[in-house]
């Protein structure tokens, strides 16, 4: 049972991975260039918006953490520490980092979208333009790549529910935060 659950957990950080990457590459990339009244250029780039710039970011920390913790997870047995207490606080450590990367993640791209929603509708009072209008093809990839961050952040729920339940199986079900006795 515990090599199917270490297989589908590689299996979610490789998706959670490739997802991060894609929505990284797809906003960080994503720039559409409007020639107006033929001879001025505008440019809407990712830059523009600061919640995309600290999205690319956010994704790509979080991709890196999670290939880290996939090379991490194939190390020898005699690498990852085979004392009691690291055998306690590395799983803790584990299940915490997770929790912070799959809200880290999910809060970026809920960010992110809302400020897309910003830019898709407009707002007179701010005086902000519907952007969505002039820059069609920068609006769907921006929704492409926020889609693909929100699927990567559904698989880091998932990492993150297997690393909780790798963290409290090595405790006793009858007494309270009490590890079990090796066997």
């Known amino acids: 049972m515990e090599l199917g659950i270490q297989k589908m957990e590689a299996l979610l950080r490789l998706s959670a991975i490739s997802m991060l990457v894609l929505t990284a590459c797809l906003v960080g990339f994503d720039s559409q260039t409007k020639v107006i009244f033929s001879y001025i250029e505008k440019k809407a780039s990712f ?31 005699w690498c990852k520490g085979s004392s009691k207490q690291s055998s306690t606080y590395l799983p803790w450590l584990r299940f915490i980092l997770d929790q912070a990367a799959v809200y880290v993640v999910f809060a970026g791209n809920t960010a992110a979208t809302a400020h897309a929603l910003l830019v898709v509708t407009g707002e007179e009072n701010f005086q902000w333009l ?7 093809r920068f609006c769907v990839q921006i929704g492409g790549s926020l889609l693909c961050g929100f699927v990567a952040s559904l698989a880091m729920i998932f990492i993150a529910s297997i690393s909780a339940f790798n963290l409290f199986r090595l405790y006793s079900p009858t007494k309270l935060l009490h590890l079990k006795p090796k066997s």
């Open 47 to 77: 830059k523009d918006l600061r919640a995309l710039v600290e999205l690319v970011y956010i994704t790509s920390l979080a991709a890196a953490y999670n290939l880290l913790q996939l090379s991490c997870s194939s190390l020898p047995a």
């Open 130 to 136: 519907n952007w969505c209008d002039k820059y069609t």
